[in-house]
């Protein structure tokens, strides 16, 4: 479940913390992948109910701390978990990932229960029904708008040939 997402999460997007690429970029993570809604409004996720309620509770993280400096962290420590073929529990999960990301537990856990953690999964379904082009698989990543399609391993070289010219981030780039 959520393999692909999990390992450019931990393999893509982790490095460009670690080198500092990410300050020359707006990261936008939309917690829905190719999930969908049901005649009866309810999220119906690619990989099952578990996908559906990760989905919502980084809906909730994102929301409460929409800076990626703090968000990222969360959402590393989730998708190790998924990497690691670990076991997860949603509420042991949250509150690991929590303390780890320096989140306050209760209050994500109240976002997740309730009403907000549904509106977020709505607003995410709309964000991606909305994306030009439209998304066809997951990852679905773009660089200034323009998707990256098959070739989302090589972010780093896209970012590096934008910022390039108007940064000093020649020796983080390859």
């Known amino acids: 479940m959520r393999i ?3 390992n450019f999460t931990i393999s893509r997007l982790q490095p460009l913390f670690k080198n500092k690429l990410i300050n020359h970029v707006q990261l936008s993570v939309i917690p829905w992948g190719n999930a969908r809604i ?5 999220a119906i996720c690619q990989h099952g109910p578990l996908e559906c309620e ?3 509770l980084l809906s909730c993280a994102s929301a409460q ?4 400096d703090d968000f990222f962290p ?3 420590c989730m998708e190790d978990a998924v990497m690691a073929g670990k076991k997860v529990e949603v509420h042991e999960l949250a509150h690991e990932c929590a303390v780890h990301a320096g989140m306050v537990t209760d209050k994500l856990m109240a976002c997740y229960e309730g009403p907000l953690g549904a509106t977020l999964q709505q607003l995410a379904a709309q964000r991606t029904a909305s ?3 439209p998304h066809r698989w997951v990852p679905w990543v773009t ?6 399609l098959d070739d989302v391993d090589n972010i780093q070289r896209y970012i590096c040939t934008i910022i390039y010219q108007t940064a000093t981030v020649r020796d983080r780039c390859p």
């Open 74 to 76: 969360f959402l590393a």
């Open 38 to 42: 049901d005649s009866d409004g309810k």
């Open 65 to 68: 701390h929409p800076m990626q």
């Open 4 to 6: 692909f997402c999990a």
């Open 54 to 56: 990760l989905n919502k």
């Open 143 to 148: 660089v200034n708008g323009i998707p990256l």
């Open 131 to 133: 994306l030009k082009p």
